[in-house]
């Protein structure tokens, strides 16, 4: 069975949140939106997002990182979100494996955000429903778009290409390999929901130094004086250009 996810690089995502927006504005405009904003410019502003970016220090100073760790629904493989829903609104589906709710059979009881382990629902104050990440399903199976496109948008968006798409059981695709060669993990497995979505952990760059490339040159020609002068004769810039 195909199972469509998300293998997202921790190594190379910068934190610059384009994920987030792209994410806001596809579905926002797609089949899932609208989604409800509430003060969006104020100290403390709400809303509706499937996708966020948690940024934190880790370490003891002075030996600090800084951490972005992009999170939004995992699409389990064993999602504990769709038995506890009494309206049947969230499911799985079986060609795809994306897992998302429909708006019609949705209640509000929010009984998918307390099941969920991550906290990856999103409950929509506007519409009073229940909101999550769906892979852009409207978007990847768009016929009527280029194949390089049929991905969902913050992959397309991101800069560093730290998110990679693609079927997870299919051990050639390109997820599986980086997953298998990069030692990509699952978060919370212990939970036993074996999310579809992977991380690929972040690694430490050697950095060697040599004393030379500690040492500060001068410039050269600030060393004997003859930094170039054009000569009195030569026309100026204010001369020569029209403003």
């Not at 190379?12 to 003060?39: E, I, M, R, Y």
């Not at 409207?138 to 290409?161: F, G, M, N, Y």
Request: charged share 25%.
């Amino acid at each position: 069975m195909t199972q469509l996810a998300l293998v997202i690089d921790l190594n190379v995502c910068v934190g610059c949140h384009a994920c987030v927006t792209s994410c806001k504005q596809w579905n926002t405009s797609g089949a899932a939106g609208p989604l409800a904003d509430f003060n969006p410019y104020d100290e403390d502003p709400t809303g509706t997002f499937f996708n966020r970016v948690q940024t934190f220090e880790i370490g003891e100073y002075p030996n600090t990182q800084t951490v972005h760790f992009p999170k939004s629904c995992l699409h389990c493989e064993d999602p504990p979100c769709v038995p506890v829903c009494p309206t049947g609104a969230s499911y799985k589906r079986l060609d795809d494996g994306i897992v998302l709710v429909d708006f019609d059979k949705c209640i509000g009881c929010k009984y998918c955000s307390w099941a969920c382990p991550y906290g990856a629902r999103e409950f929509d104050e506007g519409r009073k429903v229940m909101t999550k990440c769906t892979l852009c399903v409207d978007r990847i199976h768009d016929l009527a778009l280029p194949e390089r496109e049929r991905k969902p948008a913050c992959v397309l968006a991101c800069p560093t290409s730290a998110r990679l798409f693609g079927d997870i059981h299919d051990s050639e695709s390109a997820v599986s390999l980086a997953i298998r060669d990069r030692a990509g993990y699952a978060l919370m497995p212990e939970w036993g929901t074996h999310p579809s979505n992977h991380y690929l952990p972040r690694r430490k760059a050697a950095i060697r130094m040599h004393k030379d490339e500690l040492i500060r040159t001068d410039n050269p020609l600030k060393i004997d004086g003859l930094l170039p002068k054009p000569a009195q004769t030569e026309p100026s810039l204010d001369d020569i250009a029209s403003w």
